[in-house]
């Protein structure tokens, strides 16, 4: 795993997009857990739709990129296990939207997704 979060260009990317910061963070999150689920699914040979929380867990906990050498605790490591699996909502109805697997999304396609949302919210009448 890199040791960045995001590359330069994705993070210009999602900065490009007219969205909040609330929600270009969203983005952000979602981008990063998109690249660990795909890892972990790859790793385990199980689709990202069908991995299970334990199993998230447990390569979160093993991943070396996550620890006390590379400045990240224990406490992180539970931090971003609830970071991934918040992400799997969004990335899931993505991912239904273009009826594509999850492991199918590409950047462009998460940030457009984002992006309709935070439309539709700014949309709806209060």
């Excluded at 890892?39 to 299970?52: N, Q």
């Excluded at 998230?56 to 605790?73: R, Y």
């Excluded at 931090?79 to 969004?90: G, I, K, Y």
Aim: glycine residues 2%.
């Amino acid at each position: 795993m890199p040791s960045e979060f995001l590359t330069p260009e994705e993070c210009a990317t999602i900065d490009q997009s007219l969205m909040t910061a609330r929600d270009r963070f969203s983005t952000r999150v979602a981008v990063y857990a998109l690249r660990s689920l795909k890892a972990i699914s790859k790793e385990t040979g199980v689709a990202i739709a069908h991995l299970e929380t334990q199993q998230i867990a447990e390569w979160i906990n093993t991943d070396p990129s996550l620890s006390p050498e590379h400045g990240f605790d224990s406490n992180f490591r539970g931090f971003f296990l609830q970071l991934v699996m918040a992400s799997l909502r969004p990335l899931r109805q993505a991912a239904d939207a273009l009826n594509t697997p999850i492991e199918a999304l590409t950047l462009d396609q998460v940030i457009a997704w984002f992006e309709q949302e935070a439309k539709a919210r700014l949309d709806k009448p209060d």
